[in-house]
């Protein structure tokens, strides 16, 4: 069973920036395809960012140049450092998992952590 904990959400002013962690336990993140989704209140669940076991990086095209994800593999953690933040990045943050990237990709992944709220005020 693999479980992820997200922590490094709060409140933020615009313009400011948050790192998000995920740590995992029952895999090892450099083994697994391992992403981030966000849901603002009302919204669907929208894809944020995902790293492939080779290191490959995936982005939303709407945050390319302002989240960054990375991993630590001796901490077996999955990062997402945002800068620039807007209003509109206001939401739960997810930390997701699965053996293969595609499941992650189409936002279907088998392991979901609990999420971290992000509140960007204006």
């Known amino acids: 069973q693999v479980h992820l904990i997200e922590s490094g959400g709060g409140l933020v002013q615009a313009g400011g920036s948050l790192r998000l962690s995920c740590v995992a336990s029952g895999r090892a993140v450099s083994s697994a395809a391992v992403g981030w989704f966000r849901q603002a209140p009302g919204k669907e669940r929208d894809f944020v960012a995902a790293i492939r076991s080779s290191g490959r990086t995936y982005y939303a095209d709407s945050l390319k140049g302002r989240f960054t994800i990375s991993r630590d593999n001796a901490k077996n953690t999955v990062y997402l450092q945002m800068n620039s933040l807007k209003p509109d990045d206001t939401a739960v943050y997810y930390c997701?998992?699965?053996?293969?990237?595609?499941?992650?990709?189409?936002?279907?992944?088998?392991?979901w952590g609990q999420g971290t709220q992000v509140t960007v005020s204006s």
């Open positions: 997701v998992a699965d053996d293969a990237y595609t499941a992650v990709a189409t936002g279907a992944p088998r392991y």
